[in-house]
């Protein structure tokens, strides 16, 4: 069965949320169109898939896959769109911080022509202020050194027409950080504007190690600003450590000074320390190859309701 609309949820420990976000999204859905929900149980420990499982057998327009294990929220996101069907496919979170309240205006723009509609938070209200400001910073730096046009605040709420789905699933990298790669596609594109909700239930999954890691595929993906930082500065510090050497042979010949086993030292290890600090770089680069390389599949699924 195909259908107007697919909304996918990603799906890790929310046990709590899951029927109260089936029950909201119902209320706020346009009566004049067919929709699905498809849930992408990325790995759950708690009843979620107890949950799922209940739903689905109750709502006939509810589907549901399930990961082997844990393979991460982008993972999961990419999962679904592979498997949605509808003619527009709308992605959110299901701690409810995402308004499904949200869903008639978003689909109206859709309706209006745009191929791709933001969500954008008016207020991060809910996030720490460092929270906001390094995520601030991070697009901005990301802007900056890429090509890609990110628009701040927008996250993974936003909806795809299906032409934009079919494009997406184009794109084959291990490494994914779908907003550069939804934000390179292009297409016609509309901005809808949101208030945060609180979570309802449960704890966020994604902590500072998660975002980090995210940030790291984001710059690695879409831009090669690091290797070639790592260029210039290796150049102008070889140019420094002439200049340095220079002046300590000037010193020894014309005043006799000694050369300290200090200024040495320290040559060694700053020199040290920046050969490390490259090398970490091109191997975050070269850990990306060598995923592309082995092309083995983004998930497994280990059963589909």
């Avoid at 949820?9 to 009566?31: H, Q, T, W, Y």
């Avoid at 000037?250 to 090398?279: C, E, H, M, N, W």
Wanted: one cysteine or more; hydrophobic letters at 45%; aromatic letters at 10%.
């Amino acid at each position: 069965m195909s259908y107007d609309v697919s909304i996918i949820v990603p799906v890790c420990n929310e046990e709590g949320n899951i029927k109260v976000l089936f029950d909201k999204i119902s209320l706020a859905m346009p009566r004049d169109l067919s929709w699905q929900l498809l849930i992408v149980d990325d790995g759950s420990t708690d009843r979620s898939r107890e949950e799922i499982r209940a739903l689905c057998r109750d709502k006939k327009n509810v589907s549901a896959i399930l990961f082997s294990k844990n393979y991460g929220h982008q993972i999961a996101l990419s999962a679904g769109y592979d498997h949605a069907e509808g003619r527009a496919v709308i992605t959110m979170d299901a701690d409810l911080q995402h308004p499904p309240e949200s869903l008639p205006a978003m689909l109206q723009l859709w309706r209006d022509g745009a191929e791709i509609v933001f969500a954008v938070r008016r207020d991060d209200g809910a996030a720490s202020p460092l929270k906001r400001l390094t995520s601030r910073w991070f697009y901005a730096l990301l802007k900056a050194i890429s090509r890609i046009d990110f628009i701040p605040g927008a996250a993974d709420f936003r909806l795809l027409d299906r032409k934009a789905v079919d494009h997406l699933k184009l794109y084959h990298e291990r490494d994914r950080f779908l907003r550069g790669i939804i934000g390179d596609m292009g297409f016609r594109r509309a901005i809808y504007r949101y208030d945060e909700a609180p979570r309802q239930h449960g704890v966020s999954k994604y902590g500072p190690l998660q975002m980090i890691r995210l940030a790291i595929t984001g710059i690695v993906s879409f831009s090669s600003f690091p290797l070639k930082l790592c260029s210039t500065l290796g150049f102008f510090i070889s140019i420094a450590s002439l200049l340095y050497a220079g002046a300590i042979i000037y010193d020894k010949l014309t005043r006799g000074a000694p050369v300290g086993i200090a200024s040495v030292l320290v040559g060694v290890f700053f020199i040290g320390g920046v050969q490390l600090i490259f090398i970490g770089v091109l191997g975050e680069y070269l850990m990306s190859v060598f995923k592309e390389v082995k092309a083995r599949p983004l998930y497994c699924i280990s059963e589909k309701i």
